[in-house]
């Protein structure tokens, strides 16, 4: 077995739709990034590369290269995913939670749960997003942007 951690932080950005998990979150404001910026998908390749001790999400698609701007995130996962299968390994499980004070992701996380489980050929009993609030407190609190942290557990297949 493997675990890994994964941590990342977006700052709002106007002109941007809200992409979380995959599924865009009715917002007036989006995530500043080079790709979509979703935020819960970068920790979670994150998590999934430091389990493999493969680096970060950084090193593998950096945002100097052209070819990511504007990305789907849900693609480098996918990418991500074919490297742990290359490894020999498959997801036990993902745990991560959205840190935001607003919007409110309640009504969302069933579908980002159902996209990131096709996107990752993960049975959704497997995945587990959490959100919550910093109580008004930091970056997150102040509305500023959001962050998101991710643990993976890999297994050998």
């Known amino acids: 077995m493997r675990i890994g951690q994964g941590f990342d932080v977006h700052a709002f950005a106007a002109g941007r739709p809200l992409i979380l998990g995959g599924v865009q979150v009715p917002y007036h404001l989006g995530l500043a990034g080079h790709s979509d910026a979703d935020v819960l998908v970068h920790a979670i390749c994150d998590a999934l590369l430091g389990a493999l001790a493969l680096g970060d999400i950084g090193s593998h698609f950096p945002d100097s290269d052209p070819r990511y701007r504007g990305a789907d995130s849900c693609r480098l996962l ?12 498959y997801v036990g499980n993902v745990d991560a939670t959205v840190i935001a004070q607003q919007p409110k992701l309640a009504p969302y996380i069933a579908a980002m749960r159902r996209r990131l489980g096709t996107v990752m050929q993960t049975d959704i009993s497997c995945l587990s997003i959490k959100a919550t609030t910093s109580e008004r407190l930091g970056f997150t609190g102040r509305g500023e942007g959001i962050a998101a942290q991710a643990v993976v557990l890999l297994r050998k297949a």
């Open 78 to 89: 996918a990418r991500v995913m074919e490297l742990v299968r290359a490894e020999g390994f």
